[in-house]
């Protein structure tokens, strides 16, 4: 067993503690709950140090010490990680926080962050010897794993429902996933994944937070954040928040970092944000519930955060809180707005995920939550090419011997 790439140690139930082994394949824990990878880091703090990532690649890799991988050459990877925080002065003074920035997953493999959790979860699945990932998905995760396990030699199984975005079909069916669509939401995915996966050797059902690594690669976003920002930490961070990977996963790479001793005792205010058409999450925070209840009649344009009860809901519940964030729900019509908005302030089409996030930032600071000199950065979580019916299109058409009209 290779020791000094993965500092990898065990697995910890995310609600009682106890161990599990971390070098078998493994689903949730007993008690039902995700499960969260534990590492040794007095080790992985020896090698992995601030002057050590100054000379590696520019990938998510570079935090291999603090990532379940436990060889070199297992590594599944298309270049992903390191996405530019951009600073949006224009768009950030019109809201009233100049210091806004814009962490912009769009950009990594498969156009969403989700790429992020598919290089690390079909790396450490194939290194465990699965050769088959079988999974739910509203869209963006299941192109994102159906791509990876295409460079890793696996085979993969994709639900989805027949509503998610025409583009991640396209994408699943291009690299070789068996792709079925479902007429429901993606618990009706799910169910009829579980139910496939317990007839089929070798598979692993890889839904959100029934695999405890998906959750390593999403956390990588913290760790990049951290070191784009010179190694501080922001005020805020707001989240566009379905299944909750995450947001939990950022949360865990922040006490990762206070653990390596990279930040002090201050984290950065998390703010988990829904749409109004599915906000479970929302309710239960502002009930002081530690879980949520199933959010009926889920409904949003920003469909990757149409999860009507997440798994994972009390450890989002729980990075919210711990850090004195919030919970945050914003209508369509609001989030609708903002992606025209920023495009036209910034030039960047961002998803409405991540457009939702901005709307949040607005009502924040209005509210007063967020101040004006606060550091605030929102994660754009996919680009807005995947979703074009999000921006009608209505435009003159001309004669081949028109005149274009003065400029109004």
Known sequence: MTTTYSALSHLECSRTGARHD??????VSDAGVPLLARYDV???????????LAARPATLWRYHEMLPVRAPDRVVSLGEGMTPLLPLPRYGARIGVPGLLMKDEGLVPTGSFKARGAAVGVSRAAELGVTGVAMPTNGNA??????????AGLTCLIA????APAIT???????????YLVDGLIGDAGRLINAAVRDRTGYQEVSTLKEPYRLEGKKTMGYEIVEQLGWRAPDV????????????GIHKALREMQELGWLGPDLPRLVAVQAEGCAPIVEAYREGADVSRPFPDARTVAFGITVPKALGDFLVLDAVRATGGTAV??????????????????????CPEGAACLAAARQ??????????????????????KYPETVPVDVPTLPVDGVIPPRR
Request: proline residues 2%; negative net charge.
């Open 22 to 27: 971390a070098d078998v394949v493994q689903g």
């Open 42 to 52: 007095e080790r992985a703090g020896r090698t992995l140090t601030r002057q050590a």
């Open 142 to 151: 299941g192109a994102a794993w159906a791509t990876y396990a295409a460079r």
């Open 160 to 163: 989805m429902p027949v509503d």
């Open 169 to 179: 079909r396209t994408e699943c069916v291009a690299t070789g996933a068996e792709l």
């Open 237 to 248: 961070i707001l989240y566009p928040t379905g299944g909750g990977v995450g947001i939990i």
């Open 329 to 350: 729900a914003v209508s369509d019509e609001a989030l609708l707005a903002e992606q025209l908005l920023v495009a036209r302030d910034e030039g960047t089409f961002i």
């Open 364 to 385: 924040l600071r209005e509210s007063g939550f967020i101040g004006g000199a606060d550091r605030v950065v929102v994660l754009n979580t996919g680009t807005g090419l």
